[in-house]
């Protein structure tokens, strides 16, 4: 994932450092989103195939990976076994 950001941003233009700052905003705003669904009860998060647990590992990944992003990820995996 690093690197296909750092291509993006030497593609449009941009160091790469200079592109960490929205990537950064981002990340902090989906860990907002994140957050969000845990006002959810249990039932709720169970019918979009999550777990309190899921929420929690989220929001303890690096502040520079999208919490939401690796969430949907997990989701869908997680269905996908079913």
């Known amino acids: 994932m690093r690197n296909y950001t750092e291509t993006q941003a030497i593609q449009m233009g941009v160091h790469p450092r200079q592109a ?31 777990t309190r647990e899921d929420l929690r590992w989220a929001q303890r990944l690096p502040l520079a990976q999208d919490a939401g992003a690796a969430l949907e990820d997990l989701r869908l995996r997680v269905l996908r076994g079913r």
Do not use: F, K, N
Request: glycine fraction near 4%; aromatic fraction near 6%; charged fraction near 40%.
């Open 20 to 50: 960490l700052l929205p990537r950064l905003w981002r990340s902090w705003r989906a860990r907002r989103s994140v957050r969000l669904l845990e006002r959810m009860d249990d039932h709720m998060l169970r019918d979009m195939g999550l």
